[in-house]
């Protein structure tokens, strides 16, 4: 079974998240409001995850501090990171590309457009969507 750690200071964000992951594969979820805990549990896991989808507008650590943390372990240079937000720019995107990111998108508020995006990352699809 796939992994994918969930981190959103937006507990309802947390929940759709998780819901539409689960639509499209079997994935075993593990959600984090406190970007502080995800990294905690990244850091004591055995094995990878192979997703970590995390939101770029937190208080404390932001998703782009929280993507450079997860990009110094080696554990996790594999793991497929997406950094996800209500509101994102193109220099944005592009930076956290070159920061390790695999995907970075907005979230629509088109539930049926935020799940083809979420299908494109699971399936491996393109790197960022505007």
Known sequence: ????????????DLDILQEVLESIME?????FSYPIDA??????????VDFIFVDYNMPNLNGEEVLIRIRTKEDYRNSIVTILSTSIDKAA??????????????????????????SNVLQGGVRSIP
Do not use: W
């Open 93 to 118: 995107i592009e930076r956290l590309k070159s920061r390790g990111a695999n995907y970075a998108f907005e979230k629509s508020v088109k539930f049926q457009e935020f799940t083809s995006n979420i």
């Open 39 to 48: 990294l905690h549990f990244l850091s004591t896991q055995v094995n990878p």
């Open 27 to 31: 994935v075993a979820c593990f959600k």
């Open 1 to 12: 079974m796939r992994t994918a750690v969930l981190i959103d200071d937006d507990q309802d």
